[in-house]
Every structure is written in structure tokens, then in C-alpha cells.
């Protein structure tokens, strides 16, 4: 086979992020705003990060399938030649070794594709007894959510990895959202075509997540008694890992079309990937005779903003082409889809002022009919709307009714916020003790540890920090306790039922008449351009401020890591106190909050609800 001189090659990413990034490396006249140009094909900065991060937990994850009987670890090869490694894949293919880590395989030239899975696992033999191979990803994240309808997905536990071992899951299916790895799985599995090593039978790839399953029994129906896997959702519970087998020809991920009567239809992951990495294919190839002169082959795609432009190396170039009134760079809360942007801009729409100024009633019937793919697209687009006229009005904050917002109080008033740790372990119970005499009158109470918890030393500071509030509750029946959004309420109830402890049961039996949700007053009442978060409300309405400069849930977690394993006794007091304040800030935030929100637009209710 003769090789193309300058051949159009993507990896497994291409199909599954920004097009633009394709046109742009292709395109040779440009280079990296700031940086030289790399030469060959350009590793994404996705496939870098898979790389780098998280590799202790895939390390763990390959280590055990390294010890399945005559697997084969080519990690040992790692610092090779490429094509050394490549070459040991193929002796092992035709060897028919069962399972090959880190394989390395042939450049697809005919299908502009190049990459390698994971691991390699062995599934049917093909016509003539050679054998057939599966690609296996391991990522580090959960692949899998509960589910009520059992028979959606099969998986093999990791110390019997192989298909022939697979049991169907009781009650879980692939977790929404999980599309892109599909795909992902899809180009491998091409690769494997196009080299002629692939599975008998239809397309079949297997994905290893974080979640954990456990060995059960089907209890009801024609399987009652079958083996069967169970989701484990209980932090610290038993179970494995276990490779999830996915259909590549199975019709499951949801897309647009324009001959479907409902305006959208099933397509399966190799069908996607088959239309999206095409697609990018002659993105690329224009591309790249643009770069040679050719005067018809202009940008076939035009930048619109989606979340990986915040790391992307190319942004300094798409930023002044899309400009800073675009809407999908301004909206950033419940923001368009690329299909949704893409149609308003075919119709002539696209800043924020052509939008906040658009006549919908003659938009709409226009506009639907090409983006029913999307439940409720008419409420997106209003919303879009009416957030392109708040910016356009340099308005963060608006309200949505008239009116007074009625809101229980009374005369002591506790304000409630947990921090938890990376590993959802909370650490941190705190909360302002005020009253209707003014909320800057109050004070703070913590119950926390800066160490490790298992599951007892977590229930010990929860049973801490709900003694203390079920004996002020009880001392003063009609106190009200007031939070932001169900995060504390979903996560007690959680602790309650795993440890069975009777404290934190009566704090939930007491808390049922006494909690009041914030959130559901705002949310009936306001809309944010930037949302309605603590952070964004408190601070738009009633001018809070935290003291940190970078307050934020994920960067708790990192002041919680610090504080808590740090080597110098300095810097974990500095990280202790650094959360202790953020919490705090965060509880005053809600006081002011529900101050502001009496003040402003309401009423207090000294009614007790028993």
C-alpha cells in the first residue's frame, strides 16, 4: 500500500468535540496563537488530559487485568519504537492472546483514522478461526446509573473480564450523557475493521468506569433466580468493578433529523460516529486545500462557543471571529446547543442584542421545526430570550412575579450548609443561629474533623452536629431552619438510612416542619442570567460578598485536602480556616439572603407548621 504524502488522520476525540479545532489544525496556513505549530497530527488536549489524570485509579484498573491468566501487559514496552509496540500487537493478535494491555494498532490510512483502546480483549473468532478482538476503555469516571428496567446492559466483573462471562444488570443502565465515550468505543472498533482483527458477530465494545456492582439474583418475573449484577451505590459496600458491554449497532442515542415525524430519531453510536467523524473528514480536507490556495474551499464550520473552549488551545484565534455579543459566548446558563445556535444564526441571529430585539412570535414558527431534536426548545428559547434582554439591560437579576414572596419565620432562625469531600464524605456541618431581630446579629456553629473519614467517623459528626440542632429544635418548636437547594436534606436522609442512627432519624422527623427551601422561593420567582446559585443570587440581590476570591464547592475540596494532608502544620491551619470562613460566608449568605428577599419583595410568616 502506498501512503498518502500529507494523510488526513483524526484520532478518537475528533468526532466528538469541536469541529473547528479539525479545520483549524488542517488548515497549514495558521498556527497556535502564541506557539509554534506542531507537525504531525495534533494529540487533543482531551486525549493529553485522559493521560495524566486519573492515572492512579486506571493504573489500579489495568494492574488487576494484568493479573487475568496469559494477559499481556505491552506497557513493558512503553519508551519503544512506536512501531515495535504496534508489531508486538500483532504477534499477540495472531497468537491469540486473550488480553492485551496498551495495544498499539495499524494506522487506518483509507479511513483517515488512528488511536488505540485501552486493552484489547478477546471475543469470537472470525471466519477461518483467526482471532477476533473487542476494544476496552477504561476511564475514570461512573459509567452507569440506576435504572428500573432490568436486561438494558450486560457486564463481566473484573476478575472474569471476558463476554462469555457477562450477566445481565438487575437495575442500571449506561449513565445519561455518556454518548461521546460510545462513539469513542466506535472508532476503535472501526480500527479493528479496517485491520481486519475484530469480533465475530455484531460491533461489541466494553467500558470500565468508578462504579461498583456486586453479584445478585433476578427476584421477580420468567428470570426470577437467574445470576445477575446489582448496582452498589453505598459509599464503602462491597462489590467490583466490571466491564459494561456495549451495543455499537443498538439504536439509543437520540438526534435530529428532518424526515422523522417527531423531528428526531434513534441512531446507534456506530452511526453517529460513522456521520461525525465523516463529517470532520471533509472538514479537514478542505482545510487543508484552503491552506493550498484553493479559493472555493472556504471554512466549512464557523466557531460557536461550547464548554471545552475554555481549554482549548485555539481560542485566542475563535474568539474575535465569533465576537463579544455572541450569543453562545454570553448565555452561559442553560446555553443553546451548537444545533440551536447554528439555526438562530441561518435566520440572521447572532448577538445578543439581534436576539433580545427578535420579534419571536415571527421567530418561532421559523425556528422549531429545525430543532426538535430538543424537549421544550420553545421555553429554551424564550428563556435565551429573555436573558440576551437582561444583558442587553446590564440586569443580573430579574424578578418573574408580582407581589409579596411569603416566607416562614420565626424567632430563632438557623441557616444550614455541609462541605463535603472529594469522596462525598461530609466533613463539615455549619450553621448562623439568628433571629428576626436582624441576621447580622447572629452567630456561627461548626461541627467538622480535617482528616479522613470512613463511614463512622462521618456518621460521629453527623450525630455531633444533629444532637446539637434536635435540642434547640426541641426547646424551641417553631424555629425554622433554612437552606439553599435539597443538597443537605438528600445527604442527611442518606446518612440516616445507611447508619440507622436514631439521632439522625429524629433530626429528620423534626426537620420535616421545620426546614424551609430557599431555592424553591427564588426559583418561582426570579430569573439570573447567570443562573440561580447561592453565589450569583446572594451577591445580585442582596449584595453579598464571600471573602474568599475564589469561593466555590470544588475549591473547598482542594482547601479540605490541604488542610487535612498537608506536610507543614502552617499551611493546614491556613487551609482549615480557609473553609471554616467559606462556610460560614455561605450560611451568612443564605441569612442575608432571606433578608433581602423579606425586605424587598416580601412578608414574614410567623405561623409554626406542625
Known amino acids: 500500500m502506498s501512503l498518502p504524502p500529507h494523510p488526513v488522520l483524526l484520532d478518537s476525540y475528533a468526532a466528538i468535540r469541536c469541529p473547528v479545532k479539525v479545520q483549524n489544525h488542517f488548515d497549514t496556513s495558521l498556527s497556535l496563537p502564541g506557539d509554534t505549530a506542531m507537525a504531525g497530527v495534533r494529540i487533543s488536549s482531551e486525549l493529553q488530559a485522559d493521560r495524566f489524570s486519573h492515572r492512579e485509579q486506571i493504573d489500579r484498573v489495568l494492574a488487576r487485568l494484568a493479573t487475568v491468566p496469559s494477559a499481556l501487559d505491552l506497557r513493558l514496552l512503553d519508551g519503544e519504537d512506536l512501531m515495535v509496540i504496534q508489531e508486538a500487537t500483532r504477534d499477540a493478535v495472531t497468537g491469540g492472546v486473550p488480553l492485551i494491555i496498551a495495544p498499539r494498532l495499524p494506522i487506518d490510512y483509507e479511513g483517515h483514522r488512528w488511536g488505540s483502546p485501552t486493552v484489547l480483549i478477546r471475543g469470537a473468532d472470525g471466519a477461518g478461526g483467526h482471532p477476533g478482538y473487542l476494544p476496552l476503555q477504561v476511564k475514570a469516571k461512573r459509567m452507569l446509573e440506576r435504572h428500573s428496567r432490568p436486561h438494558q446492559l450486560a457486564a463481566s466483573p473484573l476478575g472474569t473480564p471476558f463476554p462469555r462471562d457477562a450477566l445481565d444488570l438487575a437495575d442500571a443502565q449506561l449513565r445519561t450523557g455518556r454518548e461521546n465515550d460510545q462513539l469513542q468505543l466506535a472508532h476503535f472498533w472501526r480500527l479493528l475493521e479496517a485491520a481486519g482483527w475484530q469480533s465475530a458477530g455484531d460491533p461489541l465494545a466494553g467500558i470500565i468506569g468508578s462504579d461498583i456492582v456486586r453479584r445478585t439474583f433476578f427476584t421477580e418475573g420468567s428470570q426470577a433466580g437467574v445470576p445477575a449484577l446489582g448496582l452498589v451505590t453505598n459509599t464503602g459496600s462491597a462489590g467490583t468493578l466490571a466491564i459494561s458491554w456495549v451495543q455499537l449497532t443498538r439504536k439509543q442515542i437520540r438526534t435530529f433529523s428532518r424526515t422523522a415525524a417527531s423531528g428526531w430519531k434513534l441512531r446507534s453510536p456506530i452511526e453517529r460516529y460513522d456521520h461525525e467523524h465523516g463529517f470532520r473528514v471533509s472538514v479537514a480536507k478542505a482545510a487543508r486545500l484552503r491552506s493550498q490556495g484553493e479559493s472555493d474551499a472556504g471554512p466549512v464550520v464557523r466557531p460557536i462557543y461550547v464548554r471545552e473552549c475554555n481549554s482549548c488551545q485555539w481560542w485566542a484565534r475563535c474568539a474575535p471571529i465569533m465576537g463579544t455579543d455572541d450569543l453562545s459566548v454570553r448565555i452561559d ?154 443538597y443537605e436534606m438528600v445527604h442527611l436522609n442518606k446518612l440516616a438510612k445507611r447508619s440507622g442512627d436514631t439521632v439522625l432519624a429524629e433530626a429528620l422527623r423534626l426537620l420535616k416542619s421545620a426546614h424551609v427551601d430557599l431555592f424553591t422561593a427564588v426559583k418561582k420567582n426570579f430569573v439570573g442570567v447567570h443562573g440561580l446559585g447561592l453565589k450569583k443570587v446572594a451577591h445580585s440581590g442582596a449584595g453579598f460578598s464571600w471573602r474568599d476570591d475564589s469561593p466555590g464547592g470544588l ?41 433581602w428577599l423579606r425586605s424587598e419583595h416580601g412578608s414574614v410568616e410567623l405561623t409554626a407548621e406542625h
Open 333 to 486: 446558563k442553560s446555553p443553546l446547543d451548537v444545533r440551536e445556535i447554528s439555526v438562530l444564526r441561518s435566520m440572521g441571529i447572532q448577538s445578543i442584542h439581534d436576539l433580545a430585539t427578535a420579534d419571536l412570535e415571527v421567530l418561532l414558527p421559523r425556528y422549531l421545526p429545525e430543532v426538535r431534536h430538543r424537549d421544550h426548545a420553545r421555553e429554551r428559547l424564550l428563556l435565551a430570550a429573555r436573558r440576551a434582554g437582561m444583558i442587553s439591560r446590564g440586569v443580573e437579576l430579574e424578578r418573574t412575579t408580582t407581589g409579596a414572596i411569603r416566607l416562614p419565620g420565626a424567632g430563632i432562625e438557623i441557616d444550614w450548609d455541609i462541605e463535603t469531600s472529594a469522596d462525598d464524605r461530609i466533613y463539615l456541618w455549619g450553621f448562623w443561629v439568628s433571629g428576626l431581630d436582624g441576621w447580622q446579629q447572629g452567630h456561627y456553629r461548626w461541627f467538622g474533623e480535617f482528616n479522613d473519614l470512613d463511614d463512622q467517623d462521618e456518621t460521629r459528626i453527623a450525630v455531633r452536629a444533629m444532637s446539637w440542632l434536635t435540642e434547640v429544635l426541641h426547646e424551641n418548636p417553631d424555629a425554622k431552619v433554612y437552606h439553599y437547594s435539597d
Open 555 to 595: 475549591n473547598s475540596q482542594s482547601w479540605f485536602a490541604e488542610a487535612a494532608h498537608a506536610a507543614d502544620a502552617q499551611i493546614r491551619a491556613h487551609a482549615q480556616q480557609r473553609v471554616l470562613d467559606y462556610n460560614e460566608d455561605d450560611v451568612r449568605a443564605t441569612a442575608a439572603l432571606r433578608s
